[in-house]
Every structure is written in structure tokens, then in C-alpha cells.
Nanobody, 119 residues
Framework: QVQLVESGGGLVQPGGPLSVSCEVPGSSGSMLAMGWYRQAPGKQRDLVAVANSDGSADYADSVKGRFTISRDDAKNTVTLQMNSLKPEDTAVYHC?????????????WGQGTQVTVSS
């Protein structure tokens, strides 16, 4: 079982920047997709951004132009840099990775880190 280690998050004023990072320690598989989802109170968990193994990245329409996702395959980490934050970005952000080991793909979730955008 792989335990994702999330860091970052916290409280930030509207318009400010914040970042969240996720490390995948001890995995011997190949990192396919590494990304972030978020879940606001009373809402479903939605994709924010994903960094794919081919170097491409996908973003939710609501964060395009404001958020940037990056991954470091040497360190098995993925970072989400969030700029121009809005109150509606407030949510628990969860790291999500898809790992290929042999012929199997495994999906792992982080526990989540709170991001609050408020003045």
C-alpha cells in the first residue's frame, strides 16, 4: 500500500497564491497520471488538474490560466501552483496518482489538504 504525502495548503486571501505538493514514497511502479482533485462541502470530488506521463497536462475549465501542475519523476512528486485564488477555490484538495506495476494499474488517493480562500 502506497501512502501519499501531501503538503501545503492553508488560508490565503483572494487573489493570492498558494501551492500544494504530493510525494509518492516507496513506489516501484511507473507513475502514469499524477493529479489533484478537490471537494467542497456538500459537493462531489472534481478533477482540478492532471499531469500525464507523456508531458501533457489537463485542467478543469475553472482553473485554466490560474493553476499550473508540474511533476518531478525523479522524486515522484507532483505540485499544483495556484494563483489568483478565488473564494470558490476553497475545498479539500486530494492528490491522486495512477501507478503501473507489471500488468496492473493502481490508483492511490491522499488524505487531503484544506485550501481556504477568504479575506
Amino acid at each position: 500500500q502506497v501512502q501519499l504525502v501531501e503538503s501545503g495548503g492553508g488560508l490565503v486571501q483572494p487573489g493570492g497564491p498558494l501551492s500544494v505538493s504530493c510525494e509518492v514514497p516507496g513506489s516501484s511502479g511507473s507513475m502514469l497520471a499524477m493529479g489533484w482533485y478537490r471537494q467542497a462541502p456538500g459537493k462531489q470530488r472534481d478533477l482540478v488538474a492532471v499531469a500525464n506521463s507523456d508531458g501533457s497536462a489537463d485542467y478543469a475549465d475553472s482553473v485554466k490560466g490560474r493553476f499550473t501542475i508540474s511533476r518531478d519523476d525523479a522524486k515522484n512528486t507532483v505540485t499544483l501552483q495556484m494563483n489568483s485564488l478565488k473564494p470558490e477555490d476553497t475545498a479539500v484538495y486530494h492528490c491522486n496518482v495512477r501507478v503501473r506495476s507489471g500488468v496492473w494499474d493502481y490508483i492511490y488517493w491522499g488524505q487531503g489538504t484544506q485550501v481556504t480562500v477568504s479575506s
